[in-house]
Nanobody, 121 residues
Framework: EVQLVESGGGLVQPGGSLRLSCATS????????MHWVRQAPGKGLEWVSA????????SYVDSVKGRFTISRDNAKNTLFLQMNSLKPEDTAVYYC??????????????WGNGTLVAVSS
């Protein structure tokens, strides 16, 4: 059974930082591209970032470029999202998702339950 468990969310002031983690099991993590997706209160899902299976290629939505960094530790089956210079508009539930291929774009086929990030003074 595929399992994705996010952690690291919380309340942070504008300009602050958080590091999200996604612990995975039940599939060959090193062969799957991975994504972070978020959902702000009252809004739809927004794709945030993706990384290929080997970690050599990353992509970001424009609104987080230069502030967020996606990474992975294939030895520990864990995905990360380092979030710096956080803004109130980053407030959302953040989900990690597994892609059906080693490169992003095939489609997300498994999701975690999410972790809440709240940016407020």
């Amino acid at each position: 059974e595929v399992q994705l468990v996010e952690s690291g969310g919380g309340l942070v002031q504008p300009g602050g930082s958080l590091r999200l983690s996604c612990a995975t099991s039940g599939f060959i993590f090193s062969m799957s591209a991975m994504h972070w997706v978020r959902q702000a209160p009252g809004k739809g899902l927004e794709w945030v970032s993706a990384i290929n299976s080997g970690g050599s290629t990353t992509s970001y939505v424009d609104s987080v470029k230069g502030r967020f960094t996606i990474s992975r530790d294939n030895a520990k089956n864990t995905l990360f999202l380092q979030m710096n210079s956080l803004k109130p508009e980053d407030t959302a539930v953040y989900y990690c998702a597994k892609d059906g291929s080693s490169w992003p774009g095939y489609g997300m086929d498994s999701w975690g339950n999410g972790t809440l990030v709240a940016v407020s003074s």
